[in-house]
């Protein structure tokens, strides 16, 4: 296979610097080129590094010959994120994946980026603590993933996204600047809060080596409701009904029709066929008062339109109900070879018209749209499937999205919640940010990386 064209100097510097870590091999390189998006191009080289002064001199190595850098983690993104699609050099921090301490007294576990989601959760669970993102690839997608992106997952409802579980960060500038961003303590009002402003940007302004991360203490005990609805508006006006009152759950995931059959057929559900929504709710908390919250959290969602409300008899039924809902984004590929999945997000008292919008939607391009997701916080997760062979259908498909996209804007909402932009919504942005607002990212982008080596042609526009 044909080795990498990148300059003779740069290729001898870094494979001085990182020795057989420094991949230039096609046949190396392609497991590289891709992620969930299905998108797919060929990075000239591959660098693994272990410490955070390989980062530094990697980066500042490639901004004197003006080469490309793409931060990676595993690759389970899907809007394309982590696709080298100016060539350049792929970053992977799958060898920077050291827990390198875990202090229970302070919260607080500092970890390299190269960590999986699952470990770190498995290593803190005899601490009695977790870290409250949890996406659906967090068996196996990094933290420096999950905070390059904002992850959230089910649980954000009440615990918040990546973003607000992270107390510092120390990161490579794209001018090859070690910064520290932030500070261990919950509290901190020291100049300007650049950890949030990583968290969420794509590796476009830095790389980031270490994070300090806020931990939670694992509840007690949790109880799930499963509320079936005679249709999706129904379960929609319960959503917001259920975030109006003083409880909040720690799960509120919402299914419409087209999903609730996935979650039976193909993920092995206990469903009744006839179900045209479901709300799953969880509360967690301690023996005391958790009955009392769950009362409150059935009450809210009792109203027109509820066909049954059930308490999960078991922890072993919770689980299997939360084990199919997980496994709904893979069912998808079940009903069409293709799909666009986008993870909308609005106000949560709009969540009623972002689903019959969707529905109008879904009749007015004679596509299937499935909806499930983060109903508490306001993000649906918005599955377009279609047969990419078919040039009419995938022509509707890309039209029938960007309809979506302007429909959630329309509502007050956003492209995303928490999957980020990447290529795929890149060019949605001016919809959802003013003028004035995109050119001081691109200043910030600018400030922190002056010749646009990180990450180039992703979440800005061009």
Same mark, same amino acid.
């Given at each position: 296979?044909?080795?990498?064209?990148?300059?003779?100097?740069?290729?001898?510097?870094?494979?001085?610097?990182?020795?057989?870590?420094?991949?230039?091999?096609?046949?190396?390189?392609?497991?590289?080129?891709?992620?969930?998006?299905?998108?797919?191009?060929?990075?000239?080289?591959?660098?693994?590094?272990?410490?955070?002064?390989?980062?530094?001199?990697?980066?500042?190595?490639?901004?004197?010959?003006?080469?490309?850098?793409?931060?990676?983690?595993? @690759?389970?993104?899907?809007?394309?994120?982590?696709?080298?699609?100016?060539?350049?050099?792929?970053?992977?921090?799958?060898?920077?994946?050291?827990?390198?301490?875990?202090?229970?007294?302070?919260?607080?576990?500092? &970890?390299?980026?190269?960590?999986?989601?699952?470990?770190?959760?498995?290593?803190?669970?005899?601490?009695?603590?977790?870290?409250?993102?949890?996406?659906? %690839?967090?068996?196996?997608?990094?933290?420096?993933?999950?905070?390059?992106?904002?992850?959230?997952?089910?649980?954000?409802?009440?615990?918040?996204?990546?973003?607000?579980?992270?107390?510092?960060?120390?990161?490579?500038?794209?001018? @090859?600047?070690?910064?520290?961003?932030?500070?261990?303590?919950?509290?901190?009002?020291?100049?300007?809060?650049?950890?949030?402003?990583?968290?969420?940007?794509?590796?476009?302004?830095?790389?980031?080596?270490?994070?300090?991360?806020?931990?939670?203490?694992?509840?007690?005990?949790?109880?799930?409701?499963?509320?079936?609805?005679?249709?999706?508006?129904?379960?929609?006006?319960?959503?917001?009904?259920?975030?109006?009152?003083?409880?909040?759950?720690?799960?509120?995931?919402?299914?419409?029709?087209?999903?609730?059959?996935?979650?039976?057929?193909?993920? @092995?559900?206990?469903?009744?066929?006839?179900?045209?929504?479901?709300?799953?709710?969880?509360?967690?908390?301690?023996?005391?008062?958790?009955?009392?919250?769950?009362?409150?959290?059935?009450?809210?969602?009792?109203?027109?339109?509820?066909?049954?409300?059930?308490?999960?008899?078991?922890?072993?039924?919770?689980?299997?109900?939360?084990?199919?809902?997980?496994?709904? %984004?893979?069912?998808?590929?079940?009903?069409?070879?293709?799909?666009?999945?986008?993870?909308? &997000?609005?106000?949560?008292?709009?969540?009623?018209?972002?689903?019959?919008?969707?529905?109008?939607?879904?009749?007015?391009?004679?596509?299937?749209?499935?909806?499930?997701?983060?109903?508490?916080?306001?993000?649906?997760?918005?599955?377009?499937?279609?047969?990419?062979?078919?040039?009419?259908?995938?022509?509707?498909?890309?039209?029938?999205?960007?309809?979506?996209?302007?429909?959630?804007?329309?509502?007050?909402?956003?492209? %995303?919640?928490?999957?980020?932009?990447?290529?795929?919504?890149?060019?949605?942005?001016?919809?959802?940010?003013?003028?004035?607002?995109?050119? &001081?990212?691109?200043?910030?982008?600018?400030?922190?990386?002056?010749?646009?080596?990180?990450?180039?042609?992703?979440?800005?526009?061009?």
């Amino acid at each position: 296979m044909s080795a990498s064209p990148l300059p003779a100097a740069l290729d001898a510097e870094l494979h001085a610097l990182l020795g057989d870590a420094w991949l230039t091999d096609a046949s190396e390189r392609l497991a590289y080129a891709f992620d969930n998006s299905r998108r797919e191009a060929l990075p000239d080289a591959v660098a693994l590094p272990t410490t955070r002064e390989q980062v530094v001199a990697l980066v500042r190595a490639c901004r004197a010959h003006r080469v490309p850098l793409v931060a990676r983690g595993r @690759g389970t993104n899907t809007t394309g994120a982590t696709v080298p699609i100016s060539g350049g050099v792929v970053v992977s921090f799958e060898r920077m994946n050291r827990i390198v301490d875990i202090r229970p007294g302070d919260r607080c576990a500092v &970890v390299e980026p190269g960590v999986l989601n699952g470990d770190l959760q498995a290593a803190l669970q005899p601490h009695g603590l977790f870290w409250p993102p949890d996406p659906t %690839s967090a068996v196996f997608s990094t933290v420096g993933g999950n905070l390059a992106c904002n992850a959230g997952g089910p649980r954000a409802v009440k615990y918040g996204a990546s973003r607000d579980n992270v107390l510092a960060l120390t990161a490579v500038t794209g001018a @090859g600047e070690l910064i520290e961003c932030g500070t261990a303590t919950t509290k901190g009002a020291t100049g300007y809060d650049l950890h949030r402003l990583l968290v969420g940007s794509e590796g476009t302004l830095a790389l980031i080596v270490e994070a300090s991360l806020r931990l939670t203490p694992a509840p007690a005990t949790r109880r799930a409701l499963r509320a079936i609805y005679r249709d999706v508006s129904s379960a929609a006006l319960a959503v917001a009904r259920l975030m109006a009152q003083p409880v909040t759950p720690s799960m509120l995931e919402f299914m419409d029709a087209h999903a609730v059959r996935l979650a039976r057929d193909v993920g @092995g559900a206990d469903l009744p066929a006839d179900a045209g929504a479901l709300l799953m709710i969880e509360a967690d908390g301690d023996a005391d008062t958790l009955p009392h919250d769950i009362e409150a959290l059935a009450r809210a969602a009792e109203g027109d339109g509820l066909v049954s409300l059930d308490d999960a008899a078991d922890e072993a039924a919770r689980a299997k109900l939360w084990t199919a809902r997980k496994a709904l %984004s893979p069912a998808l590929r079940t009903l069409a070879p293709g799909k666009i999945n986008e993870d909308v &997000v609005v106000p949560v008292s709009r969540i009623p018209a972002l689903v019959d919008g969707v529905q109008a939607l879904a009749r007015e391009f004679n596509l299937p749209i499935v909806c499930f997701g983060h109903a508490g916080n306001g993000n649906l997760h918005v599955n377009l499937v279609y047969d990419p062979a078919d040039g009419a259908q995938a022509q509707r498909a890309r039209g029938a999205m960007a309809r979506v996209f302007t429909l959630a804007v329309s509502l007050g909402g956003t492209l %995303s919640g928490e999957h980020g932009i990447g290529l795929a919504k890149r060019d949605f942005m001016p919809q959802a940010v003013t003028p004035a607002t995109l050119a &001081v990212m691109r200043q910030l982008k600018a400030v922190f990386d002056p010749d646009g080596i990180l990450n180039p042609g992703k979440l800005l526009p061009p």
